[in-house]
Nanobody
Framework: QVQVMESGGDLVQAGGSLRLSCEAS????????MGWYRQAPGKQRERVAQ???????NYADSVKGRFTISRGSAKNTVYLQMNTLKPEDTAVYYC????????WGKGTPVTVSS
């Protein structure tokens, strides 16, 4: 059974840091692309960061220089290091696996207080 599980969301003060984790399990094939997306209340889901199997990364302009996506040593595991958090980063963060299929996690909430 395929499962994409995020963790690490929390309440943090502006300027603080969080590290989100994502593991896609039950999948035999390694990912082609894994990414982090977020959806704030009343807004559409937006892409935050992606990493390819070859290690290429890309970021939304709003998080460049503050967020870093990386892959873990375990298959189909990625992390999102978020530094210098701002109140506008408040959202539910979702992990996406793209490879043998297209799978989403249920999200982990991040709240940044001012």
């Amino acid at each position: 059974q395929v499962q994409v599980m995020e963790s690490g969301g929390d309440l943090v003060q502006a300027g603080g840091s969080l590290r989100l984790s994502c593991e896609a399990s039950g999948i035999s094939f390694s990912f082609t692309v894994m990414g982090w997306y977020r959806q704030a209340p009343g807004k559409q889901r937006e892409r935050v960061a992606q990493i390819t199997s070859g290690g290429r990364t890309n970021y939304a302009d709003s998080v460049k220089g503050r967020f870093t996506i990386s892959r873990g040593s375990a298959k189909n595991t990625v992390y999102l290091q978020m530094n210098t958090l701002k109140p506008e980063d408040t959202a539910v963060y979702y992990c996406n696996y793209l490879g043998s299929g297209n799978y989403w996690g249920k999200g982990t909430p991040v709240t940044v207080s001012s």
